[in-house]
C-alpha cells in the first residue's frame, strides 16, 4: 500500500467517534486513536509500545481478558458490551484477531443503555398493569400486506372473549372477527393508521357471559420513521352504561315530555340561578330557543332591574326554601315587555343540592287590560272632570243613587250623602221640576232617552247653575231597573250665552246709533262691515261696500298711498290716527278723521282692521270761517285803532264800542282792564289748563267762565256749575262725585255726579273759596290724577274734566286762617285771572248802563233812549260795591221806575238834567254800524272824497281800495 493512503487511513481512523486500539502478539499498543486515547484518559502516544495489562492491570475486567484471549486463541471476532468500571461507562466492543495481533473497536454505549434499561423497566411495568387491567388489551401487528396479526392479548382479554392464548397468536384478524363487522373493523384500524390517532367506536362483542356492546379503542404505535407498526385495543364494556344512560333517557324524555306538555312555563334552576331545565312553553313565552339558555341565568337577556329582581328573589328562595309568588316584568332581549307571575319553590335532592323551580303564569294580557281599565277610569274621570260632567246610576226601586266625584262637585254634595230622588227634587229649580218629571216618566215608560237644560241649586251653597243633562234606562228582563245618566254644568257657557247676546245686542247698537263712520277690513282687505253713518257720509249704500275689496270706492287714488301707509302703521303700532281725504259718491273729496284699530282674536293675533272715520268738512268749515272772521277781525281792528286815535275827541264811546270786536254774548266792555282781562280769556279757553277766576262778587266771573268754555275746544261739551256754597255741607261730596244706591241713608238711586255730567266738558266751581276742607283733597285728587271715587262705589273713574274756578275770597288769606289748602291753591292757580271791580273800569260803565237799558226796555216793554249827562257822572263816581250786578240791578230798577224816553235813576237824580245823553246815538252795538257811522263820517267831512290828499282814506289810515271795498260792503254810498 502506498504511503500516502496508509497517512491517509490513521488521519480517519483518527478522527472517528469510536476508540480504536490494536496490539501486537505481546498485548503491547501498537496504534491508538485520539478517542481511545480520551477513553482511557492517556496521550496515545505515552502508549505506544506498552502492554495492555500492566499498563491498565485493574481497569481490565475479567470479561474483557477473557474477550481478547479467546479472540487470539479462537482468531475469531469476539463482542463484548461490558461495563468499564473506571470510566463508569458502558462501552460495546468488537475485537478482530490477526496474525499480527488484535485490532479493538469500543463504542461508548452509555446512554443508549440507560435508556434501553429504563425501556425496558416500563415494558416490565407495562406488562405488569397489561395482565392486570380488566379491560382486554391486544397488540396487533401491521404487516405490510395489510393484514393485521395478534401478536400480544392480556389475561383479561383471554378470559372475557373465552379464547386461549394459542387460538388467537399470531392469528389474522381475519380469523378472529366475525365476517359481519370484518370491514368495519378493518376501516378502522385503517382510519387510525392513516390520521396516527386513536379511534374509538361502539360495537358489539361476543362476551363469554354473553353479547355486550362494548367500545373499541385502537391507537397506532409509530416507529422512528412515523410508520404504523403495531395498534393497541382496547375493549371496554359499555353494556351497563348504556342500559343507565338508556333508562336515564328513557326517564329524562318521559320528565321532558310530561313538562312540555304543561302549558305555564316551568323552568328549574341551580343554586346560582343557572338554568337546567325549562319546558316548551317557557321558551315560547320568551321566544327563546332551549339550547341558547340552558346553563345560563338568562341575566343577559333582560333589563338590569329585572334582572336585580329575580336574583334577589331566586337567592331568598333558595337560602329560606320560603315559596314566593311574585309578580315581575321580564323584558326579554329588548322585545316585548312580559307582565308575569312567578312562583319558585325550593327543591332539595339526595345529594344536599338545592334547586329552584319556577312556574311563570303570564299575566301580561291580564295586566294590560287591567292598566288599560284603570287608565280608561282615570281618564274618564278626568273627562269629567275637565268637561264638567258628572255620572250618577239611580236605582229605581230604591230610588237612591251612586254618584260620580264630579256629579257631587257640580251639585254640592259631599262624598258622605247620598243622592235620592227627593233630594234632588229639592236641588232642581222649582220652575224645571215639572218638565224634567215629565221628561223623566216618558224616558222610562218610552226607554228613549233624555236631552234637557234646566238649572239648580247646589245644595251646599243655594248657588244657581246650568244643567245639561242626558239620561236613559237600564232594563233587565224588560223591566226597568235602572235609571244612568249624566249631567253636565254649562253654567259659564249659559252665561257667556247670556253675555254674548247683551254685547252683540250693546254693539249693534253702538254701531248703528254711532255718529262716527266705522269699517271693519279684514286682513285681505275685504270689507267686513260698515255702518249707516259711513254710508251717509259718502253717499254709498251698504250692499255697494260690503264684501268687496280695497281700495273701497270712497277711496280718492291720489289717498291710496296715505292710506296703505296709515294701515301699515297701525299694524306695527306706530300711529292709529290718520288724516287724509275721502271722496263721496258724486266725487267730492272731504276731510276725515281716521282712527284704525286692530281687532286681534284670542292668541293676541290681528284679524282685521277697525275703523271709525269721522267727516271733518263741517269742522274745517268753521275752524276757516274762525281763521277768516280774525283775519278780517284783527284787519278791522288795524283800521278802527286808526280811526280811534283820529276819532277819539268826537266819540269818547267809539274806543269802548270799537273793543266789542273781542265782544262774547251778552257780555259788554269798554274798559281797557276788561280788554285785557279777556285778551287773558282768549289765551287759556283753547287749552285745557285750569283757570282761576278771582274777583269781586258780581264783577262777571261765571260771564267770563262760560265764555271760556264757549270758545273752548269743549264747547260742543257740558258746562256744569257747582256753587260750592250753595250746597249743604253734607251732600257736596255726593253732588260732585255722585253716589250709589245705599251709600248713605237717603240714597235710594244712583246718582250721577256733576264731575261725571261735565265729562268731556267744563266745570265751573263757582264760590270754590267756600269749599270745606275735608272736600279739598277730593278736588285736589282729581287735579292731580284726573280721577274721581263715586261715594259708595268701588274703585275709581277717571274723567275728562276741564275745571274753571271762581272766587271772591282771598285765596292766601283763607290759607293763612287753614281755611284752604295751599296743595289745592297752587293747582288752582295755574292760570289765574283777575277781573278788576267795576270802579276800576269805570270806562264800563256807560256801555253796561246802555246795554241793561235796552235789556229792560226789552223785558219791561219800555222805550227809554237817554241818560243825563249828570247821572252817568255819578253812576262813574260811584264805588259799585256790587259791582255790575249792582249796577244791573240798579239800571233794571230804574227802567220800571222810568216812564219817558229818559232814565231816572233813583239815587242818582240830584240835579235837574241838563243835557241829555242819547243812549240810542250809540245803541247800535254792532260793528258793522259803528264802522259804517264812522266812515260816512269821515266821507261827509272829506266831502266824500275817497283818496287823493284830502281823501278819506288818508284820514281813516286805509287804502284806497280797501275802503272802497269796506263802503261796498257796509252799502255806504254817496247820499
Ligand atoms: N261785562 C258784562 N256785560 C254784561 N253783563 C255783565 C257783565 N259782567 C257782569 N254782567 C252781569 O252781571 C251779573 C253778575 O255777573 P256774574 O254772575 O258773572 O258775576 P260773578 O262775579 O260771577 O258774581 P258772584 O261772584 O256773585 O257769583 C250777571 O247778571 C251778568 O250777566
Known amino acids: 500500500m502506498e504511503k500516502k493512503f496508509i497517512s491517509q487511513i490513521d488521519f480517519t481512523i483518527d478522527n472517528i467517534s469510536d476508540g480504536f486500539v490494536s496490539l501486537d502478539n505481546d498485548w503491547c499498543y501498537t496504534f491508538i486513536n485520539k478517542k481511545a486515547g480520551e477513553f482511557l484518559g492517556r496521550k496515545p502516544s505515552s502508549l505506544i509500545g506498552k502492554n495492555i495489562w500492566t499498563e491498565f492491570p485493574d481497569g481490565v475486567g475479567l470479561p474483557f481478558y477473557h474477550a481478547y484471549y479467546k479472540a487470539a486463541e479462537t482468531q475469531e471476532t469476539q463482542y463484548l458490551k461490558d461495563y468499564y468500571e473506571p470510566l463508569g461507562r458502558w462501552f460495546d466492543n468488537r475485537i478482530y484477531p490477526s496474525k499480527e495481533g488484535l485490532s479493538i473497536y469500543f463504542t461508548d454505549i452509555t446512554e443508549n443503555k440507560i435508556a434501553k434499561d429504563i425501556i425496558l423497566q416500563k415494558e416490565r411495568e407495562l406488562n405488569i398493569i397489561y395482565e392486570t387491567l380488566i379491560q382486554p388489551i391486544f397488540i396487533l401487528k401491521v404487516e405490510e400486506t395489510n393484514q393485521f396479526k395478534f401478536i400480544s392479548v392480556n389475561n383479561s382479554f383471554l378470559n372475557i372473549l373465552n379464547i386461549s392464548e394459542k387460538e388467537i397468536i399470531n392469528k389474522s384478524i381475519n380469523d378472529i372477527v366475525p365476517e359481519l363487522s370484518l370491514s368495519l373493523v378493518l376501516g378502522k384500524y385503517k382510519d387510525a393508521i392513516q390520521s396516527k390517532k386513536t379511534i374509538q367506536w361502539e360495537e358489539t362483542i361476543p362476551y363469554k357471559t354473553g353479547v355486550k356492546t362494548a367500545i373499541i379503542t385502537i391507537s397506532p404505535l409509530l416507529d422512528s420513521k412515523e410508520n404504523c407498526t403495531h395498534l393497541v385495543g382496547i375493549i371496554y364494556d359499555i353494556t351497563e352504561r348504556k342500559k343507565a344512560e338508556e333508562q336515564i333517557v328513557k326517564s329524562e324524555k318521559y ?38 339558555i340552558i346553563g345560563k341565568t338568562l341575566a343577559e337577556n333582560v333589563t338590569p332591574e329585572e334582572k336585580s329582581i329575580f336574583f334577589s328573589i331566586d337567592k331568598q328562595v333558595i337560602s329560606t326554601g320560603v315559596e314566593n309568588i311574585n309578580e315581575e316584568t321580564l323584558t326579554i332581549n329588548n322585545e316585548e315587555t312580559k307582565i308575569i307571575s312567578t312562583k319558585k319553590t325550593r327543591f332539595i335532592d339526595d345529594n344536599n343540592n338545592k334547586y329552584l323551580i319556577g312556574i311563570i303564569r303570564d299575566i301580561t294580557s291580564r295586566k294590560q287590560a287591567e292598566l288599560l281599565l284603570q287608565e280608561n277610569e282615570k281618564s274618564l274621570l278626568e273627562a269629567q272632570k ?185 299694524i306695527k303700532g306706530e300711529d292709529n290716527r290718520f288724516h287724509f281725504n275721502f271722496m263721496r259718491k258724486n266725487g267730492e273729496r272731504f276731510p276725515v278723521s281716521l282712527c284704525a284699530k286692530p281687532l286681534k282674536d284670542k292668541d293676541d293675533n290681528t284679524v282685521a282692521f277697525f ?318 254800524a259803528i264802522q259804517r257811522n264812522h266812515i260816512v263820517s269821515v266821507l261827509e267831512r272829506c266831502d266824500w272824497k275817497i283818496s287823493g290828499p284830502n281823501g278819506a282814506s288818508i284820514l281813516l289810515g286805509l287804502k284806497p281800495s280797501t275802503l272802497r271795498d269796506k263802503m261796498s260792503k257796509l252799502g255806504i254810498k254817496k247820499q
Open 386 to 570: 275637565i268637561a264638567k260632567i258628572g255620572s250618577y246610576n239611580l236605582n229605581l226601586k230604591t230610588q237612591t243613587a251612586t254618584t260620580s266625584i264630579t256629579f257631587n262637585e257640580i251639585v254640592g254634595l259631599d262624598a258622605n250623602s247620598v243622592l235620592t230622588f227627593d233630594l234632588w227634587r229639592t236641588i232642581t229649580h222649582p220652575e224645571d221640576i215639572p218638565n224634567n218629571q215629565k221628561v223623566l216618566e216618558k224616558c222610562i215608560r218610552t226607554g228613549e232617552k233624555f236631552d234637557l237644560e234646566y238649572k239648580i241649586f247646589t245644595k251646599n251653597k243655594r248657588e244657581l247653575k246650568w244643567i245639561h243633562g242626558l239620561g236613559e234606562v237600564i232594563y233587565s228582563n224588560g223591566e226597568a231597573i235602572n235609571f244612568f245618566g249624566t249631567i253636565q254644568d254649562i253654567t259659564d257657557r249659559k252665561k257667556i250665552e247670556l253675555d254674548l247676546k247683551y254685547a252683540k245686542d250693546f254693539s249693534e247698537g253702538l254701531i248703528l246709533t254711532m255718529a262716527e263712520g266705522l269699517a271693519i277690513v279684514d286682513l285681505k282687505g275685504i270689507s267686513l262691515d260698515v255702518n249707516k253713518a259711513l254710508c251717509d257720509m259718502t253717499g254709498f249704500t251698504k250692499e255697494e261696500l260690503l264684501g268687496i275689496k280695497a281700495p273701497f270706492p270712497y277711496w280718492p287714488s291720489e289717498s291710496y298711498e296715505e292710506i296703505n301707509l296709515a294701515f301699515e302703521k297701525t
Open 611 to 928: 275703523a271709525t272715520v269721522q267727516d271733518l268738512t263741517e269742522q274745517i268749515k268753521a275752524e276757516h270761517k274762525i281763521i277768516q272772521a280774525n283775519l278780517e277781525l284783527s284787519n278791522a281792528n288795524i283800521e278802527l285803532s286808526a280811526l280811534r286815535n283820529q276819532l277819539e275827541q268826537e266819540n269818547i264811546y267809539l274806543r269802548n264800542e270799537l273793543d266789542l270786536v273781542f265782544n262774547y254774548e251778552e257780555m259788554v266792555y269798554g274798559s281797557a282792564e276788561f280788554s285785557n282781562v279777556l285778551s287773558e280769556v282768549e289765551k287759556v279757553a283753547l287749552t285745557s289748563a285750569t283757570v282761576l277766576l278771582l274777583g269781586e262778587s258780581g264783577t262777571g266771573k261765571e260771564l267770563l267762565a262760560r265764555a271760556v268754555h264757549k270758545i273752548s275746544l269743549r264747547s260742543n261739551k257740558p258746562l256744569i256749575k257747582v256753587n260750592c256754597s250753595a250746597i249743604p255741607r253734607e251732600l257736596i261730596e255726593s253732588e260732585l262725585f255722585g253716589h250709589k244706591k245705599g251709600s248713605f241713608t237717603g240714597a235710594s238711586s244712583d246718582k250721577i255726579g256733576k264731575f261725571e255730567l261735565a265729562d268731556g266738558g267744563t266745570l265751573f266751581l263757582d264760590e270754590i273759596g267756600e269749599l270745606p276742607l275735608d272736600m279739598q283733597p277730593k278736588i285736589l285728587r282729581f287735579l292731580q290724577e284726573g280721577e274721581i271715587e263715586v261715594v259708595g262705589g268701588t274703585g275709581t273713574r277717571k274723567l275728562d274734566v276741564r275745571i274753571i274756578a271762581a272766587t271772591n275770597r282771598n285765596l292766601k288769606e283763607a290759607i293763612e286762617k287753614k281755611q284752604f289748602r295751599e296743595d289745592l291753591y297752587f293747582r288752582l292757580n295755574v292760570f289765574p285771572i283777575v277781573i278788576p271791580p267795576l270802579r276800576e273800569r269805570i270806562d264800563d260803565i256807560p256801555l253796561l248802563v246802555e246795554h241793561f237799558v235796552d235789556k229792560f226796555n226789552k223785558a219791561y216793554t219800555k222805550n227809554i233812549k237817554y241818560i243825563s249827562d249828570a247821572a252817568m257822572a255819578k253812576l262813574k263816581a260811584y264805588n259799585w260795591p256790587g259791582n255790575v250786578r249792582e249796577l244791573e240791578n240798579l239800571i233794571e230798577r230804574a227802567s220800571i221806575l222810568s216812564n219817558d224816553e229818559t232814565l231816572v235813576i233813583p239815587g242818582f237824580e240830584t240835579e235837574p238834567q241838563k243835557s241829555k245823553l242819547s243812549i240810542k246815538k250809540t245803541k247800535n252795538l254792532s260793528l258793522d
Open 255 to 292: 320528565l321532558e315530555n310530561i313538562i312540555n306538555n304543561i302549558g305555564d312555563p316551568i323552568f328549574v334552576k341551580d343554586d346560582q340561578s343557572h338554568l337546567l331545565l325549562v319546558n316548551d312553553a317557557f321558551c315560547k313565552i320568551f321566544k327563546l330557543e332551549k339550547k341558547d
